[in-house]
């Protein structure tokens, strides 16, 4: 992190251009093959300080209060992670800006903060999973002691549409308005994949959309109030059937 904070003050002072692989290690006080042990070049020392901030919104989400439901576990994530002088400091958000705008002028420096919002993503997913297993494992158990709507009916492997909140949305497992019960886990996992990558979608815009502009961070096109008018396109995610 010591070096990534040192290439990004470098970048950020000089340019991506002018400035060196040796350079980023002379400034953080490392020798350059311990420099080059860690990354494969000064692109990539900002994986970190790119890393560091895309987790960040994934941690807040895991951390929020447990009965909030998932879109507004979500929304509280934002609001906590990304509003100036709450969960982040408001030069921090200005190194954000510079170096975003830095990455849409290198492919390479592109390509560090795509795999860095791809690995937030993992961990996104990981997180809504384990909010939604306990309402998911207290379905099972009602399903397994033969808690059947009345409007539902159980029979073999399969469940009538009645017997699951949204599960018309639940992709290619319905059919016919019968979900099959093989298919379960097969669907959880594309549906909270699925929902993992609109939201993370949702704030990375935001966030990229901040910073081609000159828009404060704490204002009203900042990136807390787009990101959240983004969210909503998961309102109405069907998030009990996936």
Same mark, same amino acid.
């Given at each position: 992190?010591?070096?990534?904070?040192?290439?990004?003050?470098?970048?950020? @002072?000089?340019?991506? &251009?002018?400035?060196?692989?040796?350079?980023?290690? @002379?400034?953080?006080?490392?020798?350059?093959?311990?420099?080059?042990?860690?990354?494969?070049?000064?692109?990539? =020392?900002?994986?970190?300080?790119?890393?560091?901030?895309?987790?960040?919104?994934?941690?807040? *989400?895991?951390?929020?209060?447990?009965?909030?439901?998932?879109?507004?576990?979500?929304?509280?994530?934002?609001? &906590?992670?990304? !509003?100036?002088?709450?969960?982040?400091?408001?030069?921090?958000?200005?190194?954000?800006?510079?170096?975003?705008?830095?990455? %849409?002028?290198?492919? +390479?420096?592109? @390509?560090?903060?795509?795999? /860095?919002?791809?690995?937030?993503?993992?961990?996104?997913?990981?997180?809504? =999973? +384990?909010?939604?297993?306990?309402?998911?494992?207290? +379905?099972?158990?009602?399903?397994?002691?033969?808690? *059947? $709507?009345?409007?539902? %009916?159980?029979?073999?492997?399969?469940?009538?549409?009645?017997?699951? $909140? #949204?599960?018309?949305?639940?992709?290619?497992? *319905?059919?016919? #308005?019968?979900?099959? /019960?093989?298919?379960?886990?097969?669907?959880?996992?594309?549906?909270? &994949?699925?929902? /993992?990558?609109?939201?993370?979608?949702?704030? &990375?815009?935001?966030?990229? !959309?901040?910073?081609?502009?000159?828009?404060?961070?704490? #204002?009203? =096109?900042?990136?807390?109030?787009?990101?959240?008018?983004?969210?909503? /396109?998961?309102?109405?995610? $069907?998030?009990?059937?996936?």
């Amino acid at each position: 992190m010591e070096i990534a904070r040192a290439a990004a003050e470098l970048f950020m @002072r000089h340019g991506l &251009r002018a400035t060196r692989a040796e350079d980023v290690a @002379r400034a953080a006080g490392v020798a350059p093959r311990t420099f080059y042990r860690y990354f494969a070049s000064k692109e990539e =020392a900002l994986g970190p300080l790119f890393s560091a901030g895309a987790e960040k919104w994934a941690e807040a *989400v895991r951390d929020a209060p447990a009965g909030l439901s998932v879109p507004d576990a979500l929304r509280h994530a934002v609001v &906590r992670t990304l !509003t100036p002088g709450v969960g982040v400091r408001p030069e921090s958000m200005e190194w954000v800006r510079s170096l975003l705008r830095l990455a %849409e002028g290198s492919p +390479a420096l592109r @390509r560090v903060w795509g795999e /860095a919002c791809q690995g937030a993503e993992r961990t996104l997913v990981e997180v809504l =999973a +384990a909010r939604l297993s306990p309402a998911r494992d207290t +379905a099972e158990a009602g399903a397994r002691d033969g808690a *059947v $709507p009345a409007d539902g %009916e159980a029979s073999g492997d399969t469940v009538s549409e009645g017997t699951v $909140p #949204g599960a018309a949305a639940a992709g290619d497992a *319905v059919s016919g #308005g019968v979900v099959s /019960a093989g298919e379960g886990p097969h669907v959880a996992a594309a549906g909270v &994949r699925f929902g /993992a990558a609109v939201a993370g979608a949702a704030v &990375r815009v935001a966030v990229e !959309t901040w910073a081609a502009g000159d828009d404060p961070a704490d #204002g009203p =096109a900042g990136p807390v109030p787009r990101a959240l008018g983004h969210l909503e /396109a998961l309102r109405d995610f $069907p998030w009990d059937a996936v």
